[in-house]
DNA sequence: TACACTGACCGCCATA
DNA sequence: ATTATGGCGGTCAGTG
């Protein structure tokens, strides 16, 4: 194995910036806690030179063309809004890079919406893939050969490795840290992020999802905004049918027929999303436990170890950064 | 440890 | 006849 391991960042006009710092600061972070260079973080674009990204901020890029693809290099994809990734997709040197590091590289993937440029330059067809839920049924349409994962935060396809939205890019970046070089210099260079990387309970994937799907199902959003917003208290079944107007029995029954999951768990499962926020960001347990509407401490801990396997106290210390 | 109580869950069945 | 509804009651896990 020959270091340090490459990881090019294909990019273009109008590319999504947090797509390209969070995953590539992985990487150079790594370099740091390692103290050594292990990974050669490169940024390429199909013009080389000053790229602007999302937001008007400009990127000095290499040129693809320049790049000689290597045997343990990764090729990451960014992704972007709909024009620029529509241009994106429609571009011939961004295709012909890509077509040459699937057969070149160790890895190659995508952050977000990048996925649509692998499929546009037909690399994934019969792979499965992760999107963010808003573009699943996007690129379903569009590249029904595409086997999509839209539960997933990130999916690996033998040497493909695709990422569902701008922080999931970083939980992607991480296996792949994990994979060469082993859990613990993963959790240096996560503890190292958590600062930049924390998510809020409510903005958790799990709420994501099921906003999203309670969007298809007319009868249930107002209710699931509801659930998402009072996690500060235990709210009864009952009251939930109550809320939607429906009796107990029906509404465990539409509700579990329509989420696949029955209404007690899917909000203890909100609560826990965003207990896990708190603690991220450095709340007590005790604090957690009130906040979150669980009877006890106790009820609390066994709770949130069954759903995410560590204990709250053992959580708390890893996302703690000193 | 024993115990009663509560809420969630769900099979069953009568009914609209 | 088929389907959705909603009440009843039993089981289970958790709580004090």
């Not at 203890?268 to 669980?294: C, Y």
Request: charged residues 20%; neutral net charge.
């Amino acid at each position: 194995m020959t270091y340090p391991r490459r990881v090019i960042f294909l990019t273009y006009a109008g590319g999504e910036l947090l797509d390209l710092v969070g995953p590539s600061s992985v990487f150079s972070t790594a370099n740091r806690v390692f103290g050594h260079k292990h990974y050669d973080v490169i940024i390429a674009s199909p013009c080389g030179g000053i790229v602007k990204h999302s937001g008007n901020i400009g990127v000095d890029t290499m040129i693809i063309e320049d790049l000689a693809f290597g045997a343990t290099d990764t090729v990451l994809i960014v992704g972007a809004e709909r024009k620029p990734l529509a241009r994106a997709i429609a571009d011939a040197q961004l295709k012909s890079a890509l077509v040459r590091a699937a057969t070149q590289c160790e890895r190659i993937g995508s952050i977000c919406s990048g996925v649509f440029v692998l499929a546009g330059a037909g690399l994934i067809d019969g792979k499965q893939v992760a999107t963010h839920w808003s573009a699943s049924d996007e690129l379903g349409v569009m590249f029904p050969q595409v086997l999509c994962n839209a539960a997933a935060l990130y999916v690996t396809d033998g040497k493909l490795w695709t990422s569902a939205g701008v922080t999931t890019g970083i939980d992607m970046a991480l296996a792949m840290l994990e994979a060469d070089h082993g859990s613990a210099l993963k959790i240096s260079v996560a503890r190292q992020l958590v600062v930049y990387a924390h998510r809020p309970g409510y903005q958790s994937q799990f709420s994501d999802l099921l906003v999203a799907h309670a969007k298809t199902n007319e009868r249930f959003t107002g209710l699931i905004d509801w659930l998402a917003t009072h996690t500060n208290r235990a709210i009864s079944v009952e009251e939930m049918a109550d809320y939607v107007g429906m009796s107990l029995r029906t509404f465990h029954r539409q509700f579990t027929a329509t989420f696949d999951e029955t209404p007690g768990k899917t909000f203890e499962n909100l609560r826990l999303d965003a207990a896990r926020g708190l603690i991220e960001q450095g709340a007590s347990i005790g604090g957690v436990t009130t906040q979150t509407g669980f009877r006890s401490e106790s009820a609390f801990r066994s709770a949130f170890k069954t759903r995410f396997g560590v204990t709250p106290l053992m959580y708390r210390q890893t996302w703690r950064t000193h």
